[in-house]
C-alpha cells in the first residue's frame, strides 16, 4: 500500500512558476512509476508527466503536449518524493494536480495507476 500526499498548490498569475511536491509513503517508492495528472472542473483527467526508473542510476520520464518545454518532473527516491516544477503557468493550467504510483509501466492512462493523492489545487489568474 502506497499513501501520497500532494503540497505546494496555490494561486499565481500568468508567466510564474510553482513547484508540487507529491510524497510518497513505503520503502520501495524507487519501484514504482509516479504519473502528474490534472483535471480542471468540467474536463476530464488529463495526464501532465511521468517518471519511472529505468536503472538504479537512470529515470525516464514523459510529457503531455499541452505541458511540454514548461514543466519538468523530478524524483528524489531517497526522500520518497516527486515533484513537478511548472514554469510559464496559463491560465488553461488551472487544475487539480494529482500524483499516483503504479509497479506497472508507465502508461498516459490513468487506469493504469493504483495509487492516487488527493490532490491539489493551481490557480492561475491572467
Known amino acids: 500500500q502506497v499513501q501520497l500526499v500532494e503540497s505546494g498548490g496555490g494561486l499565481v498569475q500568468a508567466g510564474g512558476s510553482l513547484r508540487l511536491s507529491c510524497a510518497a509513503s513505503g520503502r520501495t517508492f524507487s519501484n514504482y512509476a509516479m504519473g502528474w495528472f490534472r483535471q480542471a472542473p468540467g474536463k476530464e483527467r488529463e495526464f501532465v508527466a511521468a517518471?519511472?526508473?529505468?536503472?538504479?542510476?537512470?529515470?525516464?520520464?514523459f510529457y503531455g503536449d499541452s505541458v511540454k518545454g514548461r514543466f519538468t518532473i523530478s524524483r528524489d527516491n531517497a526522500k520518497n518524493t516527486v515533484y513537478l516544477q511548472m514554469n510559464s503557468l496559463k491560465p488553461d493550467d488551472t487544475a487539480v494536480y494529482y500524483c499516483?504510483?503504479?509497479?506497472?509501466?508507465?502508461?498516459?492512462?490513468?487506469?493504469?495507476?493504483?495509487?492516487w493523492g488527493q490532490g491539489t489545487q493551481v490557480t492561475v489568474s491572467s
Open positions: 517518471s519511472w526508473s529505468v536503472s538504479s542510476w537512470s529515470v525516464s520520464t
Open positions: 499516483a504510483a503504479t509497479l506497472r509501466a508507465f502508461s498516459r492512462s490513468d487506469r493504469v495507476y493504483d495509487y
